[in-house]
């Protein structure tokens, strides 16, 4: 079974328990930790979700 290293836009659920993801709101980009304005469409709207 082959996965890709890493998807860009959907969740990773299920490894990420007690991490806290950020996601923009608009078109979905995964954000860096602690960034307000998504490097995509620059919007700030990013989406704080924290997994536990
Ligand atoms: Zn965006």
């Known amino acids: 079974m082959k996965l890709p ?3 860009p836009l959907r ?3 299920g490894s990420t328990h007690g991490e ?3 996601e923009c ?3 979905g980009s995964t954000v860096e930790p602690g960034t ?3 490097p995509s469409c620059e919007q700030r709207s990013v989406a ?3 997994m536990e």
């Open 36 to 38: 307000n304005v998504c």
């Open 48 to 50: 704080r979700y924290e």
């Open 20 to 22: 806290v993801l950020f």
């Open 5 to 7: 290293p890493f998807r």
């Open 25 to 27: 709101r608009r078109c």
């Open 11 to 13: 969740r990773l659920f």
